[in-house]
């Protein structure tokens, strides 16, 4: 056999081996990313959702009078609806509403709306926390696999690397070598290779977007986002140090005090006021101080919980530059930690914008509709391979690419496996247990062969 034909052999092998890799992945992860691309497309919405769904408790008609002082709403709210105070979020504009969370005595959470300009209370709704309402709650919760527990984190991660990797090899087996495929549009034609071509150009104009998606949900993952954060401040790029020095912290960690911290801070502990013992400053003059500091409209203020804790404020407008974290002593009103997203490192930075831009919270609706349209892409991908796995299946069996003869390809993909384990562990693990199975399918070929 002359050496080109020995080439052309190998790449024909190698093709369906990746072909088959390829298909195995996406016919195990395609169910998720069907659900992560649907309740990802809506919840880019949350915010639009929430004020539509509670618009009779979060409008007010606007007046030329002052509003009311932050202790007469708590006040009103605490009133109609007995509980501890937790949150004060200030009317984020002149047609808005106060919002006061509070923890009732058998532990639950409300949101009491206030009028900011008479106090009057306008109603209660379930706290859903960062989510906004029950429904987008749920939707997060699906989105992430919450409902499954430890499994459903460690299912997002390993789906978000296969995701990456599918993209990989989807760009490969496109790559048109000479062939009569759309390379940069369907060609007009029915059945099979329509599909195929739907297939092929949809990954190609979305492949960056879907790469995006993936890498910018990983840091919430269990391993791959841990080792991310260990990494990020090991290296001196996540948060800078000094923040904490110049003062005494709790061990509770941001992430578990606050409703919602930046992704960077989650591990970082809160800090504790320097006094532990006095009268705690008065809420108007906490929310003066913070409004001084050139806060940006829409923030919440988090209440001291206990003798030791402090006021916080914090804020996450569309305008991803205007992203803060302030906390104050709570019995003299001393600003403790004062940060901003341009006070992270590298690091720190990029995966703020990042998770920004993911949960379509940096530019706009412009960010919103990119990614639902990518998000749409996704389920097209999905859809358009069920329905070329469905026309060329036989009658019995799977119909996955046969295994390839050439020996150079299982050992191939085992060196794959393995390389990919060192950026995403959990696919790697399970690249190496598709791995050993080809090998195994392999030597048994080879005996029968013999």
């Not at 001196?236 to 801070?265: C, F, H, K, N, Q």
């Not at 036989?394 to 496996?417: E, H, K, M, N, S």
Request: aromatic content about 10%; hydrophobic content about 50%.
């Amino acid at each position: 056999m002359s050496h080109a034909a020995i080439r052309e052999a190998g790449t024909s092998a190698l093709y369906r081996a990746v072909w088959r890799w390829h298909f195995y992945a996406g016919l195990i992860v395609l169910p998720f990313v069907i659900l992560i691309a649907i309740t990802g497309a809506i919840y880019l919405f949350k915010d639009e959702y929430t004020l539509a769904a509670q618009s009779d408790l979060r409008i007010v008609a606007p007046r030329d009078s002052a509003q009311r002082p932050p202790s007469a709403i708590t006040a009103a709210a605490l009133e109609a609806h007995p509980g501890t105070l937790k949150v004060y979020t200030p009317a984020a504009g002149p047609d808005r509403a106060a919002e006061v969370r509070i923890t009732r005595e058998d532990g639950t959470r409300d949101i009491v709306f206030v009028n900011p300009y008479d106090a009057t209370v306008l109603g209660t709704a379930w706290d859903a926390g960062a989510s906004g309402s029950p429904a987008m709650h749920v939707v997060r919760k699906l989105h992430s696999l919450e409902y499954v527990g430890w499994w459903g984190n460690r299912i997002i991660e390993a789906v978000a690397g296969w995701m990456v990797l599918l993209v990989a090899t989807g760009i490969y087996l496109w790559w048109p070598r000479g062939r009569n495929v759309g390379v940069v549009a369907p060609r007009r034609t029915t059945g099979r290779p329509w599909w195929r071509d739907i297939h092929a150009v949809t990954g190609l104009y979305t492949a960056g977007f879907i790469v995006f998606l993936a890498l910018t949900g990983l840091p919430w993952s269990g391993i791959w986002g841990s080792k991310f954060y260990d990494l990020s401040y090991a290296a001196g790029i996540g948060m800078p140090d000094g923040y904490w020095s110049d003062y005494p912290t709790s061990t509770v960690p941001t992430g578990e005090a606050l409703d919602r911290s930046p992704w960077i801070l989650e591990k970082q502990p809160m800090p504790v006021s320097g006094a532990s013992r006095g009268v705690p400053a008065a809420i108007d003059a906490v929310v003066a101080i913070v409004e001084d500091a050139g806060i940006h409209p829409g923030y919440a203020l988090d209440m001291p919980s206990g003798p030791t804790g402090v006021f916080t404020a914090s804020v996450y407008p569309h305008d991803i530059g205007q992203e803060r974290v302030i906390h104050l002593d709570q019995y003299t009103g001393e600003i403790l930690f004062d940060m901003g997203i341009d006070d992270l490192g590298a690091l720190g930075w990029a995966a703020e914008w990042g998770v920004a831009i993911h949960m379509g919270q940096a530019f706009g609706v412009a960010n919103q509709v990119v990614l639902a349209v990518a998000c749409l892409a996704m389920v097209l991908l999905s859809v358009s391979a069920v329905v070329m796995w469905w026309k060329r299946r036989p009658a019995r069996g799977l119909g996955a690419p046969t295994v390839p003869a050439d020996w150079r390809i299982p050992r191939g993909i085992l060196v794959i496996a393995v390389a990919a384990g060192v950026f995403f562990p959990l696919v790697g693990l399970s690249l190496l247990v598709v791995a050993a199975i080809e090998l195994a399918l392999f030597g048994a070929r080879r005996l029968r062969a013999a």
